[in-house]
């Protein structure tokens, strides 16, 4: 199974002064091309820091997407950090320069220039469905904060990440998870499932959602099988009627 | 002045089923307390990963606030790997147990009772306002998943982390942030204040806005001043009348 973590750069995410869309676009997007995500960080534009981060996540999992820190000022710092963590240098890239060449023509100045300045090793997708190509080191896929930018080069590369599904089903009780802990744990065991015990505090309709998810559906059924048949069937509010693709719109909580 | 980590810890939160709701309120929350949020990460409930980075944020910043895996099932496991980065064991805590026991009454489980087995040195933040004490482990502040329980606990706790206040001002321009990225860098050194550049390419108000923040409102006053000498009039769409504190509800942009 592919594994990935996404690297969200930006003083403005930490802040609270904008609400971050990509990482969570991401995420329902891995899940939905069957990529494992572990890990996702969200850290300020120092070199430093976006360094030593880059490198642990690119030496730890498949793959690496970062968010931010690519435009043409100060604190646009994620490709000089990249250039320091795999200790490379940078150079102007003929390509790139061409596309910000054609796109400014006569408003271009150095400081877009700059966004040309790419550390050596670094290449280039290019896609007819995006203007700018993305760019890619080894394992790490550079992409810009600005959402919708994010996503149409995401979506651009997308496919080359599928790696199979998952699916989900739940199970919603009127039961505290406590009193099936050892259930839980057993059956995610047993059948090799993933199970998520979500208790809802301030819900009217239930008290509590099991998720269970796996690669397979008949094994996400046979583990709800073994559930329904181990809890109290006056406890059971309902069972989703089968299991869907993980990513699909209605599994999200609100 | 105060930095700060943040750790959520779920599964959950990484597959994009559940939208994550306690990062975000935090990090507003630390804002306007005046506290400089340096990373969030977002991991999974797994011993080691949690260990890492706990032990790893505790060495570098002031305070760490940790979401997430406090319950009573198999995938709750802060508490242990709590005790495992710092290399401690884990003993029943008579006073917990006590809360647990007044709570749950007859219908207590191990399961439950397992909820009350701490990191040898854990101490109990106790409040009026909450039911059940805030755990905190040397500066790691250990606070439950379930969004109203996180909030309800951590403004028990809040008015500990006040350290000054951050104001905020921005400029609203129809302009290129290359053409005035030497302006930024200048002003920014100049006035020692946080500028932040975002461009907006699919407003049609504006086409970049300029965020100027700081501890102290004649700081961000005069970077403003600075900047609206620099820049060209035309391209001005409107500067905001004054600094506010940067946890006012309009300086989110959506």
């Given at each position: 199974m592919k594994t990935a973590a996404i690297v969200l750069i930006g003083n403005e995410l930490l802040s609270g002064k904008i609400r971050d869309k990509n990482g969570y676009y991401l995420m329902r997007r891995l899940r939905g091309l069957g990529v494992d995500l572990k890990r996702m960080a969200v850290i300020q534009d120092i070199r430093e820091d976006i360094a030593r981060e880059l490198e642990s996540c690119s030496a730890s999992y498949d793959y690496v997407f970062t968010s931010g820190g690519v435009g043409p000022t100060h604190d646009d710092v994620t490709l000089e950090s990249i250039a320091g963590a795999f200790g490379v240098g940078l150079e102007r890239n003929a390509t790139l320069e061409g596309v910000l060449r054609d796109h400014?023509?006569?408003?271009?100045?150095d400081a877009h220039l700059g966004?040309?300045?790419?550390?050596?090793g670094m290449t280039l997708i290019e896609d007819d469905a995006i203007r700018w190509p993305v760019l890619v080191f080894g394992n790490v896929f550079v992409l810009p904060g600005i959402p919708q930018l994010f996503h149409a080069k995401f979506e651009a590369i997308a496919?080359?990440?599928?790696?199979g599904q998952f699916f989900l089903r739940s199970i919603y009780l009127n039961e505290d998870e406590a009193n099936i802990a050892d259930l839980l744990e057993k059956v995610e065991k047993d059948r090799g499932v993933t199970i998520g015990s979500y208790p809802r505090?301030?819900?009217?309709?239930?008290?509590l959602r099991l998720t269970v998810e796996a690669r397979a559906v008949g094994q996400v059924d046979q583990a709800c099988g073994d559930l329904m048949r181990g809890i109290?069937?006056?406890?059971?509010?309902r069972l989703d009627p089968s299991a869907v693709p993980s990513d699909s719109p209605d599994m999200v909580t609100p």
């Open positions: 400014f023509q006569e408003r271009i100045t966004m040309a300045d790419l550390p050596v496919d080359r990440f599928r790696d505090w301030f819900d009217t309709e239930y008290r109290d069937p006056a406890h059971v509010v």
